[in-house]
């Protein structure tokens, strides 16, 4: 307790008014680098287990402890598991979970460094973008706002999210039978 009391008085680290601990970026690339790649890859993927078994491998099962969602992707592409949170970021039960969890930008910013990559990714980033100003607003508009805005001849991780979508609807809602809502992929 003394040496993180150190580091907080040294404003190396602070505490949220939950009593987290948050690392200064210094602290952590100093952390990093000693660590090195290899052992820093095998952390991570410790850490994954760790909450895969606190939610059973299903991540949007995971607990809202104010880092699990806001960071899962970031860790799994860190522990070289850029397929699985490609996965992720396209399975529909995630998207809602993490857009109630941590709002539109948080869920945005997980696409950030696929999209450049990925058309699944690029494709899903647009849509969520475009339907921003009523998902901040309504978190469960997603699936409306997916289904009118992705086109029906999507690629297939695409296609798989709009059944989700469709099968995911735990209210009454309005269905769109066409994606008539302006598409990603245009201009804005």
């Known amino acids: 307790a003394d040496s993180v009391d150190q580091l907080v ?6 505490r949220d008014s ?3 601990l948050r690392i200064h970026d210094l602290v952590l690339d100093y952390l990093r680098l000693r660590l090195g ?18 939610c059973s491998g299903d991540w949007p099962q995971g607990r809202n402890d104010g880092y699990f969602f806001e960071n899962l992707i970031w860790h799994l592409r860190s522990a070289l598991k850029s397929d699985e949170a490609l996965r992720l970021l396209s399975d529909f039960r995630w998207m809602q979970t993490k857009l109630s969890a941590c709002g539109i930008t948080a869920l945005l910013a ?3 460094w696929f999209s ?4 699944t990714a690029r494709l899903l980033q647009e849509a969520l973008r475009l339907s921003a100003y009523v998902l901040v607003k309504d978190p469960a508009q997603l699936a409306g706002q997916l289904l009118g805005r992705l086109p029906n001849d999507s690629p297939a991780p695409i296609n798989t999210l709009r059944v989700e979508a469709e099968r995911d609807s735990r209210k009454l809602w309005l269905k769109p039978l066409r994606s008539l809502l302006t598409p990603p992929g245009g201009s804005l």
Request: hydrophobic share 25%; no cysteine.
């Open 18 to 20: 939950d009593r987290r």
């Open 37 to 54: 790649g290899d052992n820093l890859v095998a952390k991570h993927r410790e850490f994954l287990d760790s909450y895969a078994r606190r």
């Open 9 to 14: 008085d040294l404003s190396l680290a602070t």
């Open 116 to 119: 450049p990559r990925d058309e």
């Open 110 to 112: 997980d696409y950030d």
